[in-house]
């Protein structure tokens, strides 16, 4: 009895959820992390992302998977994951304010792999408004576009280190100004970033992280070119939606790694070859001017 008792509940639930999404016109369905413990934390996710005929959200505690069905005409992906972000959980996309965060109960307060560092003010979004009314491009972790343009500086200006002790073929610098990138990288608030910015370092980071720490932990220069061509690629994307004050040049060398190529940042128009230094420092061309 008690199995047949389960399974009509899990009917009813499933029929209950199917009768929901379809209440939600011009349905849009796409699904994404969000991070929680509970079932108090699937309560709280779905009440802070449902909107009335307009946005349905179903979390899965165990997958920390969110399925959003949404009226595209009438709000975004994006909107759904601010309102749960305010409420206290983190997204793929967008995180939590500290203070609100540290309100959760106990059993709420998940593992924060992302680590905020600024909070984002509370009345940034009115949870109970149906998006109207807001300017969200200002919204986007509390901050505007326009605070941004610094955040990146001190990743930037350790690549350009990295990259001139390359052209040296000066290991033990290399290491050093590595390991000066992966602090900078580590430094980074996230809070202050706009909607592109963010989308962008979520997918850069834990490469950028990754090949930063394999340069500072060795002293070889051929070791470090290896990492530094997944750097720059990886460093170009953060480029391209970064505004700068000055033109950065993109070059290419056509002979690193067995003729496949490799590409780098400079600030410099000149080229300067990090992958062979002196053996062929005027190797390449700048393929792209970043303004």
Known sequence: MKSI????????????????????????????????????CKSNIEKAGNLKNIAQVNWNKNTKIATLSYDEKKTNHDEILKRI???????EKFLAPDDVYSKLPEC???????????LVKNNAMDMKSEHNNHNHN?????????QNQPTFKSVFENYF???????????????????ALTKAIQSIDMTKLSSEEHTVWMNVMKDLSFDSDHISDTKDPSHQRDHFTS??????KLMKVAKQDTPVYYQHCPMFNNGKGANWLSKEGAVKNPYYGSQMLTCGSTVETIK
Do not use: W
């Not at 709420?108 to 600024?118: A, D, F, I, N, S």
């Not at 200002?138 to 326009?146: C, K, N």
């Open 5 to 40: 008792s389960k399974i009509l509940m899990a009917i009813t639930v499933l029929l209950s959820s199917i009768n929901i999404f379809a209440q939600v016109k011009n349905a849009k369905t796409e699904t994404i992390k969000i991070y929680g413990n509970c079932d108090i």
């Open 85 to 91: 972000a305010l409420a206290g959980y983190d997204s």
């Open 108 to 118: 709420c307060q998940y593992k924060r792999e992302l680590k905020p560092t600024v």
């Open 138 to 146: 200002e919204m986007v972790m509390g901050h505007s576009a326009q």
């Open 161 to 179: 280190s990295l990259k001139d002790a390359l052209i040296k073929s000066d290991g033990a610098t290399a290491s050093t100004k590595a390991s």
């Open 231 to 236: 750097l720059s690629d990886n460093m170009y």
